[in-house]
């Protein structure tokens, strides 16, 4: 389990012992974040790409006055890209990084749920070779015979932060 | 309940170290010998504003201290002590010390007490050797503070803060008080920090404390016996006043110091827990507050006022929208416009300080550095009053210091070096601020002996910078003492040396968006220039058009832009392309190329050519757009750092446009075409 400490909401969470997580579609597959680090769920605005940045940076946007990165997540998890549909959202969320907190989006094909799922349905993810790095799942979990693949978002949109570039 | 202190307690924080600037400038002008008694009252004044300001607060080390000061003072400017340097000296030290009491107060943190008695000690050794050169009679001002006159065979000192129902018991403090004059001589000071307003005032309570200085030769107990009736009714504390040269007693008064201290913010706090915390919160770091001048904010009134003015105006055709309005409505627009500008203007004025605010720390640091080094330097400094944005001053403060320390410790030669180079004995360093189109620059010049370029040259081979074969400019070499690692000092001084320097200073500089450059000339001097923007804030940029993205170039690096004329295109290697300008050939970057991978043909294009680092480049791009200011956004805050790439900004149709770095991309384009000759 993520061993965040959030104010608010968290409380909640704390008396049922169970987590709120939101899902979303990739390629078929369900994924699934812990709710409280989810800002807000926008649909697709006009990105601005990014020069020197690896693919799956898709650019920023514009969100009220402050620029946020965008990554795209099917690039990110090297699934097949796919042109974006009706459903097709950012979801911006909050990643906390070793020095600070960022706000960035990521691309999904549609939102889905959002389910209580208490820790000891979370099940262990096999290691199954290096299909997406094994350090940005959480773990499993079995919601109406669906599995769903539960996100640690802080390190997957922290390791597409690549490291200050020396300029010496 | 009580007052909130923590606000005028900032202020008069602030106070105090505009009274220690005031003082060190005047003591510098003394220096200087300046034999004016206008400066030393100058400096008295200050002395006795902290004195009085510190006071008026309950702490007591300072005013303490500063008596001994202001009694030195006051028998200089009375011609009964002379104005040595050893005077001058002490009294620097004096303005040191009290800058660390008050910084120490300020941080709540433990007062160096050995030190403080340590200057206390010398100021009062300089007093009495005036006083018996003299007089013997000590100066009347001495007498304020009995705890001060260290003929006083005992004295004590009597914390009393009575609880608020105090009177309630019948106890009066001025009996008590009257009691305690039949012991001895007794000097009272009333507290009145936690007087509350005239509403809140209970008239049967007491909302005063004392303090009170006893003289007389008498034990604790006929004291303690006194306030016997009020014991459990007040806190109370007794302490032996001694002589300030007995350190365990200078300690013991600090701890009492820092209780009281620790009493103020308790007491402060419960009617308005949250001005206690700002004071905390702005008792670690700098200032975070700004003086404005008065003028400013006038003018940003009356801007607001003109601004409401267009809006009523502009409300008018929304509630009544008629085609025949849109002449007013566009005439209000522009009116909009104009109003938005100026009122940018303004608030940006606010944050702008005189580089004054940094300049006035140089004297003293010229005049210790000199002393230290045995060089004779006069400073001048002119452009005092340029203004720049705040934190562009406080991020460029270290960085002039170190060119500073590195012109009199490498730059000025010594007297006797001088004389045999035929100048005069005494160095000269000029400090200058001037505005220069959007910038602002700050040259830092002395007349000392030049970059030696062969020793740079040897000292870079040695250090494995550069190798043995390679030739150079002149303008390289002096760029190579900007390498980091890089110093031609024979030896480490604690002055400078370290070859930890220049770099950071170059890098400091870049990273506020500007450029140092250095030019210097064997035996005439070196003149270092810093070129800065205004503010951080915002940029009048140029929008451009690279295939469908817009970027933004900082208007200030732009030199011209041009229609490509393709028979002026031709290239190096078939990679680096080359245009020619006039008589000149500079290379282009296709941002294109560089950004997106692939390239458009350059005749349907326009060239903008900038100039970064002294090198000059054209741009390519596939349209200009319009001028116009860009708030600039950080690329950091949620993301990283980009190469090429110095923020990001919003348009007006709420897209994002980078903005380009044109150093970066000038120095990125520099070393890929390096790459294979320097490999």
Redesign the interface.
């Known amino acids: 389990m993520t061993a965040k400490a959030h104010s608010d909401g968290a409380t909640m969470q704390a008396q049922t012992g169970t987590h709120q997580y939101l899902t979303f579609l990739l390629a078929g597959e369900e994924y699934g974040v812990d709710i409280l680090s989810v800002q807000e769920i926008r649909g697709c605005s006009?990105v601005?790409?990014?020069?020197?940045?690896p693919g799956y940076v898709l650019?920023?946007?514009?969100l009220r006055?402050?620029?946020?990165?965008i990554v795209d997540l099917r690039k990110r998890f090297g699934l097949a890209a796919a042109e974006f549909g009706a459903t097709t959202v950012f979801v911006v969320v909050r990643a906390i990084g070793l020095d600070r907190h960022?706000?960035?989006g990521m691309v999904v094909d549609a939102v889905s749920d959002v389910y209580n799922i208490s820790p000891d349905e979370v099940k262990p993810a096999p290691d199954v070779g290096n299909a997406i790095d094994h350090d940005f799942v959480t773990g499993l979990a079995t919601v109406d015979d669906k599995m769903m693949i539960l996100l640690n978002i802080d390190r997957v949109m922290n390791s597409s932060?690549?490291?200050?570039?020396q300029?010496? | 309940m009580s007052m909130d202190l923590s606000e005028f307690l900032a202020v008069f924080f602030e106070e105090c170290y505009e009274g220690l600037s005031a003082m060190e400038a005047g003591l510098l002008a003394l220096d200087a010998g300046c034999t004016d008694a206008e400066a030393i009252n100058t400096i008295f004044r200050a002395a006795h504003s902290i004195k009085g300001g510190s006071a008026t607060f309950g702490l007591n080390e300072i005013p303490q201290f500063t008596h001994a000061l202001e009694t030195l003072l006051d028998q200089m400017r009375n011609g009964r002590c002379t104005v040595t340097r050893d005077a001058i000296d002490l009294l620097l030290e004096s303005v040191d010390c009290l800058r660390e009491m008050v910084d120490g107060t300020k941080a709540g943190t433990e007062l160096n007490a050995k030190r403080i008695a340590l200057v206390q000690r010398q100021l009062e050794n300089m007093l009495s050797i005036g006083e018996s050169a003299s007089e013997p009679i000590a100066s009347p001002a001495a007498k304020e503070h009995p705890s001060a006159d260290k003929s006083n065979p005992s004295c004590w000192q009597i914390f009393f803060r009575p609880h608020a129902h105090m009177l309630q018991s019948g106890n009066d403090p001025y009996r008590l008080f009257r009691e305690l004059a039949t012991l001895g001589h007794l000097q009272v000071e009333a507290d009145l920090s936690s007087l509350p307003s005239w509403v809140e005032l209970k008239p049967e309570s007491c909302y005063l404390a004392w303090k009170l200085w006893l003289e007389g030769e008498l034990a604790r107990e006929q004291i303690l016996e006194i306030f016997q009736w009020v014991e459990g009714d007040c806190d109370l504390k007794v302490e032996k006043v001694e002589e300030r040269a007995d350190e365990t007693q200078a300690q013991a008064e600090s701890e009492v110091l820092g209780e009281r201290q620790a009493d103020i913010p308790n007491e402060v706090s419960s009617p308005s827990a949250t001005g206690a915390k700002n004071e905390r919160a702005g008792a670690g770091q700098n200032t975070g507050s700004i003086r404005v001048n008065i003028e400013k904010i006038d003018v940003l009134i009356n801007l607001v006022g003109e601004l409401v003015i267009t809006q009523s105006m502009l409300n008018r055709f929304g509630e009544d929208f008629e085609q025949l309005h849109m002449n007013g409505l566009r005439d209000g627009l522009i009116q909009l416009t104009r109003n938005t500008r100026e009122l940018q203007e303004a608030a940006m004025h606010i944050r702008m300080l005189p580089i004054g605010a940094s300049f006035n720390r140089f004297p003293r640091l010229v005049r210790d550095l000199g002393n230290k080094l045995s060089k004779r330097v006069e400073l001048s400094m002119s452009g005092e009053n340029t203004e720049l944005d705040k934190t562009v001053l406080e991020k460029i403060s270290d960085p002039l210091v170190h060119l500073v320390r590195n012109a009199l410790d490498h730059g000025i030669e010594a007297p006797e070096v001088r004389k045999a180079a035929g100048k005069p004995e005494t160095g000269l360093l000029q400090l200058c601020a001037y505005h220069q189109g959007g910038n602002i620059v700050i040259e830092v010049k002395d007349d000392g002996a030049g970059l030696n370029k062969e020793k740079i040259l040897r000292k870079a081979q040695e250090q494995g910078l550069v190798s043995a074969s390679d030739t150079f400019s002149d303008e390289q070499v002096q760029n190579l003492i900007f390498q980091?690692g890089f110093s031609t000092a024979e030896k480490i001084s604690d002055v400078s040396g370290r070859g930890v320097g220049m770099?950071v200073v170059r890098?400091n500089i870049?990273d506020l968006g500007g450029h140092v450059q250095i030019r210097s000339e064997a035996n005439k001097g070196t003149i270092l220039t810093i070129r800065l923007p205004l503010t951080l804030a915002i940029l009048e940029g140029q929008l451009v058009r690279i295939g469908t993205?817009i970027y933004v170039v900082p208007l200030t690096s732009i030199v011209e832009s041009l229609q490509v004329e393709p028979t002026r295109v031709s290239s190096i290697a078939q990679r680096t392309g080359l245009y020619k300008l006039r008589d000149e050939y500079i290379s282009i970057i296709r941002l294109a190329q560089?950004?997106?991978g692939h390239s458009h043909a350059l005749d349907r294009g326009q060239l903008v050519v900038v100039e970064a680092d002294n090198r000059r480049v054209g741009l390519a791009v596939e349209e200009m757009l319009g001028q116009q200011q860009v708030v600039i956004?950080?690329?950091e805050?949620?993301?990283?750092?980009?190469?090429?790439?110095s923020g990001?900004t919003?348009l007006g149709d709420?897209?994002?446009?980078?903005i380009l770095d044109v150093p970066?991309l000038v120095q990125g384009c520099i070393d890929r075409s390096l790459t294979p000759i320097a490999a």
Do not use: C, W, Y
């Open positions: 006009s601005t790409p990014i020069p020197n940045t650019g920023v946007i514009n006055g402050t620029v946020v990165p960022r706000t960035m932060v690549s490291e200050p570039l300029t010496h | 980091p770099d890098k870049n993205e560089v950004f997106h956004k950080s690329l805050t949620n993301f990283q750092p980009i190469r090429g790439v990001a919003i709420g897209r994002v446009a980078l970066g």
